[in-house]
């Protein structure tokens, strides 16, 4: 007995995962698959009369018309994403492929949900910019805040300057109250450092017990000689009453641009050396 395989298309499409939609030339959703409602919310006779473009996210309509203008003149697009919102009130990203049928007058679309996707891909670009234990810049994406830093500086003519903290004694403390506790002050150095600074400054962990500060838009050698000392005293300030044994304090090199190197390397290395005197100066008077 020959397979009637016109009876079969709807029972194939409905159990594909993805979400096939059928649109004509005014945006009317001609059909669409089951699976919309696990991916939008909304049954299929739900959506099926109504305007596709009106489950589009807003700041993503005028890239989705384009994509519908490409596919509608004969232009298969076959990597386009965009977002939808849910019934509910949610977003979801969808990644779409679509062709228009000119026989049908008709573009046929399969959606697939990537939200899950997106989420892993936004965790990954995280942490292959901030630090792990702290949250904060890493030294990779520092140095790229370091790059545009010293060019909108160079090309507005005003200052900048980086700051490169190292705290003192840390070994001692992880030696004698433990790494767990080394990580805590760390953290909560951290975010005494982020308290410091402004929402255009950067703050970093180099590594280990060492931060680095980007302070942009310095307009005197006093402002900055009041930010060191402010963060100087927060620093010193006790941790809390878990911490109260431990009472950091840290050594402060400081580079300006352009007057103490006009590159990153030469900065960062400026600042890193007045930073080692200024330790070995307090090793010496200790």
């Given at each position: 007995m020959p397979v009637d395989l016109q009876a079969l298309y709807p029972k194939l499409i409905n159990l594909i995962l993805d979400t096939v939609f059928v649109v004509d030339r005014d945006n009317r959703i001609v059909c669409v698959s089951d699976a919309c409602e696990a991916m939008l919310g909304y049954r299929a006779d739900e959506l099926t009369g109504t305007t596709i473009t009106d489950y589009m996210h807003p700041d993503d309509l005028a890239a989705s018309l384009v994509s519908i203008t490409r596919v509608m003149n004969g232009q298969p697009h076959t990597d386009f994403r965009n977002r939808y919102i849910r019934k509910d009130g949610g977003v979801v990203h969808i990644l779409w492929s679509a062709r228009w049928v000119e026989e049908e007058g008709v573009r046929i679309g399969v959606a697939r949900d990537v939200s899950a996707l997106r989420q892993a891909e936004e965790e990954l670009r995280y942490l292959a910019h901030h630090d792990p234990l702290t949250g904060l810049t890493n030294r990779s994406l520092f140095y790229d805040r370091l790059a545009s830093a010293m060019h909108a500086a160079h090309r507005h003519q005003c200052g900048l300057a980086l700051l490169f903290l190292d705290l003192n004694d840390f070994k001692l403390i992880n030696d004698v109250h433990g790494h767990a506790m080394g990580?805590?002050?760390?953290?909560?150095?951290?975010?005494?450092l982020e308290g410091c600074v402004r929402e255009t400054d950067t703050v970093a962990r180099m590594g280990g017990d060492e931060f680095t500060v980007l302070l942009?838009?310095?307009?005197?050698?006093d402002a900055l000689s009041a930010k060191v000392e402010q963060i100087l005293a927060v620093l010193a300030e006790p941790l809390g009453p878990d911490l109260v044994e431990i009472v950091p304090s840290c050594s402060i090199g400081v580079a300006r641009y352009p007057a103490d190197g006009e590159d990153a390397d030469t900065l960062l290395s400026h600042a890193d050396s007045d930073m080692y005197r200024i330790k070995r100066r307090r090793s010496a008077s200790s």
């Open positions: 990580d805590r002050v760390i953290c909560s150095v951290a975010r005494r942009t838009d310095i307009h005197s050698p």
